[in-house]
């Protein structure tokens, strides 16, 4: 027999505020990157939960805190990912070390391919700074690693050179990551990851 939708909702709310909140922001993210951020309100949400808008408002007092509850949480997401993927390794880094990072990367973005999806170079105005701040820290982080291996490479003028080669570096990462979630043309983290980190490290490497 089928079950009563009326009951199913009114069961729905004897889960509680904080074991639905984040339902209810898995929820908004699937919208959001189905649908845009503007689509994201307080009844699209309980409509797809199949819940009443009661129980989404017992989780967030209104749309904007549940907006900006979600942007926080992917933007962390993003944020811990990128510094997790860019730490220190050795001065002297070959081609291995830079196919691992790009593939340790592409191994993020494709665990939870909407959250990149939302956040990653997204022109929606709600998402713009926190990409951002995810991408001047990227950048900052990445800096750091990079101006000991050019000194270590003895790459001339490196100091001067280190901004420029920098972006290509983030840049080329942002590609890759756009290239796998297009998932067009059949790539995988593995393989798109030892393509990217290769084609960087000649490029950095011969700056």
């Known amino acids: 027999m089928g079950s009563d939708p009326a009951a199913q909702r009114q069961r729905a709310q004897h889960l509680g505020p904080q074991r639905r909140r984040p339902q209810v922001l898995d929820t908004a993210l699937a919208i959001a990157v189905e649908h845009g951020i503007a689509a994201v309100t307080m009844a699209a949400i309980a409509e797809r939960m199949n819940v009443t808008r009661p129980v989404v408002y017992a989780c967030f007092a209104d749309r904007v805190e549940l907006i900006g509850a979600l942007i926080q949480r992917e933007e962390n997401y993003l944020i811990s990912g990128m510094l997790e993927v860019a730490t220190p390794r050795d001065v002297d880094a070959d081609e291995t070390v830079f196919v691992a990072g790009f593939r340790a990367l592409l191994a993020k973005a494709a665990s939870r391919p909407d959250a990149w999806r939302l956040m990653y170079g997204n022109p929606d105005p709600a998402v713009a700074d926190s ?77």
């Open 131 to 207: 990409f951002g701040r995810g991408r001047a820290l990227t950048v900052e982080r990445c800096t750091g690693l990079l101006r000991p291996t050019l000194r270590a490479w003895g790459i001339e003028d490196a100091e001067r050179k280190l901004p420029v080669l920098v972006e290509q570096w983030v840049s080329a990462g942002e590609a890759a990551v756009r290239t796998l979630l297009a998932d067009q043309d059949g790539w995988t983290p593995e393989d798109l990851g030892a393509f990217v980190g290769a084609a960087v490290y000649r490029a950095l490497r011969n700056a």
